[in-house]
């Protein structure tokens, strides 16, 4: 006996409607940013693992696709993700945005949770631009519909609450020992970020213009000798219309996004970075498997 208080460790998967906040607060939980976040619903594709330490707990974040009607394939293969997510964890997180209130797909999205039994926490998120009033009628609302272990209220930008949500969360967590290093944020590898950080960038500058369909892959990563990494990236649209609004009028759109994102791969990864963009029209990839198999998706009909 070592009077040591025992190591826990499980998988916590986030879930909820397009954009209630569940990469701001991924970020947040991890302490270093993993998880694009822009004004465009559907911006996570895949379940993305952010590892978070507390003490002697370490809890294995999935950031999920937002749940909604899916009616492309791409869509379809993006709510299966989601769930999946939601079945596998130890415990599942259904967020909520407070300024949004309850609409179809999270009463969909808990009344799912109840037929398979699955109970969750209620988190409901950017407490602090609604009233105290509308905060409790939504708790009260969420509650008659679904069944919850706890109801937690957060601001996932401001950080508000997010110690009360890691305890909550810690008390769920099995025993065990630790899955990753304590060192290790994410299993995402530096080119996946690299992809994901210049897709924020073209989203946060196109978002009104660009379907989902865009993508971005990283398809050179060159160490220097210098210390510096040459990165070469190609954004695929499905139309020729399509990359002529990422390049914009004399390359300036394009130019600006790789300035954006050349700046928070050299604050990431704490070096020179050399970013070189290319836009090349991939018709119809959204019907190739080999795509999804790349993203982390499966291909579902």
Request: aromatic letters at 6%.
């Amino acid at each position: 006996m070592t009077g040591r208080e025992p190591t826990r460790c499980g998988y916590v998967a986030l879930i909820g409607a397009p954009n209630v906040g569940k990469s701001t607060l991924l970020n947040a939980l991890v302490g270093s940013k993993i998880s694009i976040v822009t004004h465009k619903v559907q911006t996570t594709r895949t379940r993305l693992i952010g590892v978070g330490v507390d003490g002697p707990n370490q809890m294995i974040f999935l950031d999920t696709p937002g749940i909604f009607q899916p009616k492309r394939r791409l869509e379809r293969a993006m709510v299966s993700a989601a769930w999946e997510g939601a079945y596998d964890a130890d415990i599942v997180l259904l967020m909520i945005d407070a300024t949004r209130g309850v609409d179809e797909d999270t009463r969909r999205i808990a009344e799912n949770l109840k037929e398979h039994k699955r109970r969750a926490m209620l988190v409901i998120n950017k407490v602090d631009a609604v009233k105290r009033e509308r905060l409790l009628a939504l708790a009260q609302e969420m509650n008659a519909a679904g069944e919850f272990t706890d109801t937690l209220m957060i601001s996932a930008l401001t950080g508000d609450g997010l110690e009360d949500l890691k305890q909550k969360i810690a008390k769920y967590l099995p025993e065990g020992v630790w899955l990753y290093p304590e060192d290790q944020l994410t299993d995402i590898t530096e080119r996946m970020l690299a992809a994901e950080i210049t897709r924020e960038k073209f989203f946060l500058r196109l978002h009104d213009e660009l379907p989902y369909s865009a993508t971005v892959e990283t398809e050179s990563w060159k160490e220097l000798k210098d210390g510096s990494v040459r990165i070469e990236q190609v954004i695929y649209v499905e139309r020729d219309s399509q990359k002529k609004i990422v390049i914009g009028k004399g390359g300036q759109t394009l130019k600006e996004i790789g300035r954006q994102a050349r700046e928070e791969l050299q604050d990431l990864l704490d070096r020179r970075v050399h970013l070189f963009l290319f836009v090349k029209v991939r018709k119809g990839w959204t019907e190739d498997r080999e795509r999804y198999r790349q993203m982390g998706l499966d291909w579902v009909d």
